[in-house]
């Protein structure tokens, strides 16, 4: 049974240490491939919405340029307009991405993803990171060992 658990990456808590409850959940969920879409790899279902500090910390730019248009409303922008820009530079109107935001994490543009105050996803998130990880890591053994 021990041997299991090694295996699957699981460690014994050490001392002092108290069991994360949410975390082992993901881990267990993600190994047998209960949270994750077979076929896309994703969040099933829509990802939470952004937290509320990462909302409140997108800069605010004013538009410099013609042509540019809003991914949501797909207006276009009039030069010296105020606009929200998220980390990956896309820019919306900001009653347009707040409202967005309020209902799931990503760029509807790009799907890069913010943070979000939802403890579950953020365990499935960094899980989903480890496992890619390990996965990598493996392959990269595999290489050494028969290339
Ligand atoms: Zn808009
Ligand atoms: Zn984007």
Request: aromatic share 10%.
């Amino acid at each position: 049974m021990a041997d299991y658990f090694h295996e699957m990456g699981w460690r014994e808590l050490g001392e002092g240490e108290t069991p994360n409850h949410l975390l082992h959940m993901a881990r267990f969920l993600i190994d047998f491939g209960i949270y994750e879409d077979q076929f896309t790899g994703q969040w099933p279902r829509l990802p939470p919405p952004a937290s509320v500090e990462a909302v409140n910390n997108l800069p605010e730019v004013v538009i410099d340029k013609e042509g540019r248009d809003c991914p949501i409303c797909l207006k276009k922008f009039n030069i010296n307009d105020k606009a929200k820009e998220m980390p990956c530079h896309h820019v919306f109107h900001a009653t347009c991405i707040l409202t967005w935001l309020k209902q799931t994490n990503s760029c509807p543009f790009c799907r890069h993803e913010l943070p979000t105050d939802d403890e579950g996803y953020e365990a499935f998130k960094k899980e989903k990171k480890r496992s890619e990880q390990r996965q990598e890591s493996l392959a990269t053994l595999h290489d050494s060992m028969f290339s």
